[in-house]
């Protein structure tokens, strides 16, 4: 086993996920304190053209597994992908991002190559020659760090934004190595038939620099049109309260929480959100954070960067104005 970090690079359609290239600058950070050095695993069709993008990245060597079984994700015959390329770089370390396409495959990945996991990961550390991380436990009311053991392969999630990603370099190269991996029938036994995007057009919140978010006081699903003007100027997503998508006035898809989706952007703005607890553990990761609420002692400004005691269908409007201004 090498000291080597195998990145897997998450990308849909050509696109590579922000978070991917975030664990590249992770990867190098600590690859130049264990002696190792920073790999990439990029698996698909027709991903042979991302490589420069991720050599650009700080990938110092990319496995390539292209094969139209790959096509659409499916986590049987991805499992089976990456766990080819594990066997062939033999790396220490494995990093994901926590999307759904993480989680679904770290989990995997780690029971078949029997690895240490850990899911969801805030920060990773090098302790002398141990990997510690640190993630959240109890809804977000405290953070554990855990160990991972030595002598097996040790694969983390790691948040979305939790780190930055390099600057791109111009000209960077990367050794490229295309890896074959073997689908057994069991592997190709489910098939995509299709896929429809209910997201009509506004990043999903798990992806998101910035977003803003609304609850049950914009009363209305009409009156969320407020929130998506000033997500869409920001080029951010638009989030909303457990409260908010059960009564009807954003999708569940939506949902920030620990019932919904665990966020960590860089800015985080909660529109007549109170702040219950369960929606504090899925946002209080984010670097920044601005409440607006009418009520001067509610929980979200217990965990808020700046703090807006005002009628949200008053300053948002302003914000937006003076967002609109600044654009020219």
């Excluded at 059960?246 to 966020?263: I, N």
């Excluded at 007549?272 to 553990?281: F, R, T, V």
């Amino acid at each position: 086993m090498s000291n080597n970090i195998l990145v897997f690079i998450e990308q849909r359609e050509g696109v590579i996920l922000p978070a991917s290239f975030q664990l590249l600058a992770l990867a190098n950070d600590l690859t130049g304190k264990s002696g190792g050095q920073a790999e990439a695993c990029v698996v698909g069709e027709g991903v042979g053209n991302l490589t420069d993008k991720i050599a650009a990245q700080g990938a110092k060597k990319i496995y390539t597994v292209d094969d139209p079984e790959l096509k659409m994700y499916r986590v049987v015959p991805y499992t089976a992908a990456l766990c080819a390329v594990i066997d062939e770089a033999d790396p220490k370390t494995v990093l994901i991002p926590t999307t759904f396409m993480g989680r679904d495959l770290a989990s995997r990945v780690a029971a078949r190559k029997r690895a240490a996991l850990a899911i969801d990961c805030m920060e990773v550390v090098l302790d002398g020659d141990d990997l510690v991380v640190s993630r959240g436990m109890y809804a977000g009311k405290f953070m554990g760090k855990v160990r991972l053991a030595k002598d097996k392969l040790q694969i983390a999630t790691v948040r979305s934004n939790a780190y930055s990603a390099l600057d791109p370099q111009d000209g960077a190269s990367a050794d490229v190595q295309a890896v074959s991996a073997v689908f057994t029938d069991a592997d190709k036994r489910a098939k995509i038939k299709e896929i429809v995007s209910t997201t009509s057009g506004i990043k999903d919140v798990t992806e998101a620099d910035i977003i803003v978010a609304g609850g049950r006081a914009l009363k209305s699903e009409d009156n969320f049109k407020i929130i998506i003007e000033m997500a869409e100027l920001l080029d951010g997503a638009v989030g909303a309260s457990r409260a908010a998508c059960d009564s009807g006035y954003q999708p569940h898809s939506r949902q920030v929480g620990l019932t919904g989706k665990v966020v960590t952007p860089r800015l985080y703005i909660a529109c007549g959100i109170d702040g219950a607890i369960q929606h504090l553990a899925g946002m209080r990761g984010s670097k920044v954070i601005v409440g607006i609420n009418t009520k001067k002692d509610a929980p979200i400004y217990s965990v808020a960067t700046y703090g807006c005691v005002a009628d949200l269908f008053e300053i948002v409007p302003l914000l937006t104005q003076e967002l609109k201004r600044l654009a020219g």
